[in-house]
């Protein structure tokens, strides 16, 4: 499990016996030597955190990692339970991209498969999957993603992850924007893979995305709403069951949710 943070405690309560989940091995630097169930409830796994990944794993045998701990330490977990035969399920938010090549190099080379997903709400994918639907008919479109004010990163993978999917999914080009005068600097937001992209950081946000396409005389808003970090749960589940039948390690939930 990753850090004890709130996405860590959502996930040890939700990866119950009742569904068939057990886990074995908690791993967080801020609670170690506690019981899970000290913190979360006699309901939850009896299970002592400990604060090393490594030595964890060499002395428990376990099938899947879930890690939401934090950018900097989320690669350095994955290459190690991959390299003790344990499949990565990450929702850490940052990751860099020669990080993500690694993970993927260390899982064809050991044959482990492992998935990274910027977002597990089911409606996240859904949002992100009409989009790039949308992109082959309306090719103008901006994201506007808004997070909490702890979040570590910006833009949000879901909405880099979003303009992705949108440049695959044109079949021409957006419109050339005519050059304007910004009082503000970065007023425009940045820009990904050809897709303008805002970010906004307020207290009392949890995850939102809406994806704005603009067409001759109408517009068309693609959202999504996460209230709570439950909404992310589901598709913790689902990757946790699935992260076996997967080839390799894959980007993106959709890998997932749409495979036939």
């Not at 990866?15 to 019981?35: I, R, S, W």
């Not at 992310?232 to 993106?252: A, D």
Request: aromatic letters at 4%; one cysteine or more.
């Amino acid at each position: 499990m990753g850090a004890m943070g709130r996405m860590g405690r959502e996930v040890l309560k939700a990866l119950t016996p009742q569904e068939n989940f057990d886990v074995l091995v908690a791993v967080d630097h801020n609670n170690v030597g506690e019981n899970v169930r000290d913190i979360l409830g006699p309901k939850a796994p009896d299970v002592v955190i400990e604060q090393k990944l490594g030595a964890a794993l060499e002395k428990t045998k376990v099938d899947v990692l879930v890690d939401f701990s934090s950018a900097g330490a989320a690669a350095t977990y994955a290459l190690s339970a991959i390299k003790r035969g344990v499949s990565p399920v990450i929702g850490t938010t940052g990751m860099k991209d020669e990080e993500l090549r690694e993970i993927t190099l260390a899982c064809t080379e050991s044959k482990v498969p492992g998935i990274y997903a910027p977002n597990f709400a089911i409606g996240a994918v859904l949002m992100m999957r009409f989009s790039q639907m949308a992109a082959k008919f309306m090719p103008d479109a901006e994201i506007i993603e808004m997070h909490h004010d702890r979040k570590e990163d910006a833009p949000s993978g879901t909405a880099m992850l979003t303009a992705e999917m949108i440049r695959a999914g044109r079949i021409t080009e957006p419109s050339k924007k005519h050059v304007l005068h910004q009082r503000v600097e970065g007023v425009r937001g940045g820009k990904w893979q050809e897709v303008p992209i805002h970010s906004i950081r307020l207290n009392g946000l949890v995850a939102h995305q809406m994806v704005v396409f603009g067409g001759p005389g109408e517009t068309l808003t693609i959202r999504h709403d996460s209230m709570d970090r439950t909404s992310f749960m589901q598709g913790v589940k689902l990757c946790v069951r699935e992260v076996g039948n997967l080839n390799g390690f894959v980007i993106g939930m959709d890998n997932v949710l749409f495979r036939s």
